[in-house]
């Protein structure tokens, strides 16, 4: 994982502990909570776009192949006995 994507995960996460504390308060202050919200589902969204960036490399990235391609099972040299 890429070190941006762990500090915004890590400030989502303190973001998510704040709204919830805020929510259980016995008097919420809707607009800091409407704010840390609108920060919350901006977060989100870099971690979502980082996420599926990561997924198109790994799915675009060369892939290595054998040399020696085996037809079979048995066409392997562990299991013919020569090569």
């Known amino acids: 994982m890429s070190r941006r994507f762990l500090v915004l995960l ?3 996460t303190r973001i998510r502990e704040m709204i919830d504390r805020e929510q259980k308060a016995h008097a919420p202050n809707t607009i800091r909570l409407m704010r840390m919200k609108q920060l919350y589902l901006l977060l989100s969204r870099s971690l979502r776009s980082l996420t599926e960036k990561r997924i198109v490399a790994m799915a675009s990235a060369p892939r290595l192949r054998p040399e020696v391609v085996f ?3 048995r066409s392997a040299p562990a299991l013919s006995g020569h090569w």
């Open 10 to 12: 890590e400030r989502a």
């Open 71 to 73: 037809h079979n099972v």
